[in-house]
């Protein structure tokens, strides 16, 4: 079949709205029909070159969709089911996986690396060439075909749009918070990045009874969505020195928890700084892949400080999307407020555009 659909062709260019060709799905594996599909920041590292990913390839790991046609073998799935598709595929089986970590899968991870399909092939083609999938989910094409376990079955009756958000958004930032840090209630908080993954960490932070949610942006506009998310103090970096406004703020003491959601090694290094002794930060921000960064290991060792890191908010997708559903129609998770912008498919550059002015939060193109 054929689909429209927006190409990577090489670094530093725009995505390239094509006609592709979509091969039907193989034993094991579905047809989406996308909905929408979110504008997350980690598709623009791969624009501009900071992530690797195999080319030309069709981009977008966060969207929601109906499955159109199902593979041979598919037991799980049937046509008209509502899906969100998972950008991190796991096995199920291996020792992460059983660990209650599938994003350390390397089923997953393989995907991600080559841009093929589990049998080492790509459905997409134009003209005969072979075109990438995108961490096995390129929902920036009307049509796509995922592994049948990498397709998640939600209710029919939850809107597509807000199901979109909770593919890599909603569920990197609140699972950061959840699984990736296990925040306390009563514990103090400082995010830095307050965009579409970071306020999902500020709003994770506050449902799990954060005290202190201190939010860093350069930004005001982003500051002032904080606010709206739960933060209870906000910090412009462009004015202060983030680290000290933070130990001001809390007595001296550093936060528990601080959160780096940007991807640059200074502000990974700020929010180490920002720690009180037996501290965690959590790095959430993808950097480019050879950076480094580097910590005292004065605090290290004699403040038991902890560095770390969170792919894919260290979730269970399975367990951990309905839970946010649950938390949305209880009214204690903000999808509505999100959801900042919706752009026809067309306009796909325009949105990646406005991501990078920094205008609203999160916004999707829908097909
Ligand atoms: P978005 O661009 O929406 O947010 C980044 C925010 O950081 C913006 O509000 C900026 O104003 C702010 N910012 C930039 N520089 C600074 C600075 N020096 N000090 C303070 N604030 C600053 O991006 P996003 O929220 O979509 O993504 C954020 C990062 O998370 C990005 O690196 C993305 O690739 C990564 C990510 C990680 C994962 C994962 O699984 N770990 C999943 N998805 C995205
Ligand atoms: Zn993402």
Known sequence: MKA??????????????RVVDVEPPRPGEVLIQMAA?????????????????????????????????????VTSLKPGDHVIPLWRLSCGVCEYCSDGRPALCAEGLQIRKTGRLLDGSTR????????????????????SVVPEKAAFKIPDDFPLDRAALLGCGVITGVG????GARVKPGSSVAIFGSGGVGINVIQGAAIAGAEKIIAVDLLANKLEFARRFGATHTINAKEV???????????????????????????????????????????VGV??????????????VFEERVLTGSIY???????????LINLYRAGKLKLDELLTRTYPFSQINE?????????????????
């Open 176 to 179: 950061a918070v959840f699984h």
């Open 313 to 323: 908010g260290s979730s269970r997708p399975r367990i951990d999307i309905p839970m």
């Open 287 to 300: 950097t480019p892949m050879t950076m480094e960064v580097s910590v005292p290991i004065m605090t290290l």
């Open 241 to 283: 020195d983030p680290v000290e406004a933070i130990r001001t703020l809390t007595d001296g003491r550093g936060v528990d928890y601080a959160f780096e959601v940007i991807g640059l090694p200074a502000t990974i290094r700020q929010a180490y700084d920002s720690l009180s002794k037996r501290g965690m930060a959590i790095v």
């Open 37 to 73: 599909a979110g504008i997350c920041h980690s598709d623009l590292h791969v624009m501009t070159g900071h992530l690797e990913a195999p080319l030309p390839v069709i981009l977008g790991h966060e969207g929601s969709g109906v499955v159109a046609e199902v593979g041979p073998a």
């Open 351 to 367: 949105a990646y555009a406005a991501l990078e002015r920094g205008e609203g939060l999160r916004s999707i193109v829908t097909f």
């Open 124 to 143: 997409f083609k134009l003209n005969g060439m072979e075109i990438k999938h995108f961490a096995g989910v390129s929902s920036f094409s009307e049509y």
């Open 4 to 17: 429209k659909a927006a190409i990577l062709f090489a670094v530093g260019k725009k995505l390239d709205i």
